[in-house]
């Protein structure tokens, strides 16, 4: 994910902003940049590679200035080249940092074209700066103009904008991507993420969806798509200490799955435009490979495998692609065969799973189309590795035990689902738009189902004294039955498997009895009526039922039966939904049993060793 830094200051801003990006690195990024007014002149320094590059080309070129924006970028539109690297100009008139991706800079491409516009790179960014100065001609206020510029843009967006016309000033704009001030002392400063800036403040406004702003040394002016001002208060941020603390839980895991709602959103922020899903987000190459896949190869270890078992209902039902999912232990052990056109894709937590990296490897001197990294650390190995990356930010995790780096898999799945359904010509621009409009509803959801807590806690007293538990499920749930059975085991040390519901008189029926809970994930779905007929076999040899059933759904409760109704279980995103009480119950029981939450035994966070 690309990185934006900016400072007005009466000192030399170029250190604050080489400092900035080097504090953005772990992001991952592919070219480096910054512009500096000096004497009322833009003074442009851009490299290909690592921060260091553009050190060096600093070093040759000095640049001091009191007022700059900087930038890593991490192509999507154009390959990583210096005429693609931000910043961009127009005219010596401005220059434009951006993260995100414009939606329709195809179109305004051709009308700047038209009206004498010159294009020196292949990125939608350059569009941002020739567009902000087609609209100053005609307005004669830069603030006017940037204010019409934004307004014709779709998509999502973090923008920074310097120009000789206003030399002590940065103009901002935030839509989809983060963007913050940051509060100084005759200074101020902007950047996509606090960490940039640390070394210059620790009091930070946070900017919404729709914000346009203009910052001087003295002055933080914010004002909405009207022109009209706005107020949002200025905060201390948590510093690393903070973050790296459990603050009013009593463990990581617990924080982290409250944090779920948050790290869905930021997820899928940069992915989502107005009505559709903005497919350069995975890569410059993305939209000519996506019309190009037949099949699908998903390779995975743990809880990221059951996340790609979710997915293989999602793609074959929606995008028509059929799909294989194997645990990469097993696959690098074989001779897999890929047929022609299969995309390889890696998921993992960290991006430095040993097997996975060794299967990507494989995949990468095979017959493979191309391969996709799906990982929460961007300058990870898995990452770095393949053509594509879809992105994930979850956010530091610290239990052992997987919850929102889980479910931001989901959500980032679900997204490339519908992305190569629209490519493969799958899905309407209606159906598309009703896609988007229920990824946005996410967070929301995750809200309400955590509502559920105080519920779930009284049914973990059940399951202290048992030894076993049954999850079962059907269709794109049965994973999510897989995944509760883990996290049950992963930190109670209860016995727990899942199986497909309709499995059960294949042999687990042997099992049920008084003392073994059968968990059910019971969606508003086609299966519904078969899954009841399921769960009458267990009430028929005794079993203890647990349901979390659609909260539309009546199932009766009776001797032996809980029930607990789980609001948003019904449309495609109902995995992603069920597994938060799935996650809770599992999270109570341990506590019940006092076993280490966060740190359970035999257990290690990231796997890098076979």
Request: net charge negative.
């Amino acid at each position: 994910m690309c990185g934006i830094v900016g400072a007005t200051s009466p000192r030399h801003v170029t250190p604050i902003l080489i400092e900035g990006l080097k504090r953005l690195e772990y992001r991952g990024y592919d070219s480096a940049g910054l512009a500096v007014l000096v004497d009322e002149q833009i003074e442009l320094r851009r490299a290909v590679g690592k921060v260091e590059k553009l050190v060096a080309v600093v070093e040759k070129q000095p640049a001091d200035g009191h007022t700059g924006i900087a930038h890593t970028r991490w192509a999507t539109h154009g390959k990583p080249t210096e005429k693609n690297a931000h910043p961009h100009i127009s005219s010596r008139q401005l220059a434009v940092v951006h993260n995100g991706i414009i939606e329709n800079h195809d179109e305004l491409r051709k009308d700047l074209e038209n009206e004498g516009f010159e294009f020196a790179s292949e990125t939608d960014t350059e569009v941002v700066a020739h567009l902000i100065a087609h609209e100053d001609t005609k307005a004669g206020d830069f603030r006017d103009a940037f204010i019409r510029a934004v307004g014709r843009l779709e998509g999502a967006y973090a923008i920074a904008v310097i120009t000789p016309e206003d030399p002590e000033a940065i103009y901002f704009a935030r839509m989809g991507s983060p963007l913050v001030v940051g509060v100084g002392l005759e200074e101020n400063f902007v950047a996509s993420d606090p960490l940039a800036l640390l070394q210059v403040t620790d009091r930070f406004v946070h900017l919404e969806n729709g914000d346009l702003g203009r910052i001087d040394r003295d002055d933080i002016a914010l004002f909405d798509a009207e022109g009209r001002p706005l107020e949002r208060p200025s905060e201390r941020y948590a510093h690393e200490d903070q973050i790296a603390s459990k603050g009013d839980y009593r463990h990581f895991m617990l924080k982290e799955i409250h944090e779920q709602p948050e790290a869905v959103a930021s997820t899928l922020a940069d992915k989502l435009g107005q009505k559709h899903v903005l497919t350069e987000s995975l890569g410059p190459e993305a939209n000519a490979i996506l019309p190009d896949i037949e099949a699908i190869h998903i390779i995975a270890c743990g809880t990221s495998y059951h996340a790609g078992l979710v997915a293989r209902y999602w793609l074959e039902a929606i995008a028509g692609i059929p799909v294989n999912v194997e645990v990469a232990s097993e696959y690098r052990y074989r001779e897999p065969v890929a047929p022609p056109n299969t995309l390889f894709i890696g998921i993992s937590q960290s991006g430095e799973t040993a097997d996975t990296l060794a299967a990507l490897r494989f995949a990468k001197e095979n017959n493979y189309l191309q391969t996709l990294a799906l990982c929460n650390m961007p300058g990870s190995t898995l990452v770095r590795e393949s053509g594509l990356r879809l992105l994930t930010h979850a956010g530091v995790e610290i239990g052992v035990a997987s919850t929102k780096a889980f479910t931001t898999q989901l959500a980032a799945l679900y997204w490339f689902t519908i992305a190569l359904a629209r490519a493969r010509g799958r899905i309407n621009d209606a159906a598309e738009e009703q896609a988007v409009a229920t990824l946005r509803a996410l967070p929301e959801m995750i809200e309400d189902a955590l509502e559920l807590e105080d519920d779930i806690k009284k049914l973990a007293e059940v399951f202290v004294d048992k030894h076993h538990a049954l999850f079962l499920g059907r269709g794109t749930h049965f994973p999510v039955a897989l995944e509760g059975a883990l996290k049950l085991k992963e930190i109670s040390y209860i016995h727990a498997e899942a199986y497909p519901a309709g499995e059960l008189k294949h042999g687990p029926l042997a099992l049920v009895d008084e003392d073994m809970p059968v968990v059910t994930v019971a969606p508003d779905d086609h299966l519904f009526g078969k899954l009841k007929a399921n769960l009458e076999e267990v009430r028929a040899r005794g079993g203890q039922l647990i349901n979390f059933a659609a909260s539309n759904l009546e199932m009766n409760d009776g001797e032996g039966v809980t029930n607990i109704h789980v609001p948003g279980m019904n449309n495609g995103l109902s995995p992603l939904i069920a597994t938060i009480p799935l996650q809770l119950l599992a999270y109570h029981v341990a506590l019940q049993k006092g076993t280490d939450v966060d740190k359970p035994r035999n257990l290690a966070k990231s796997v890098t060793v076979e």
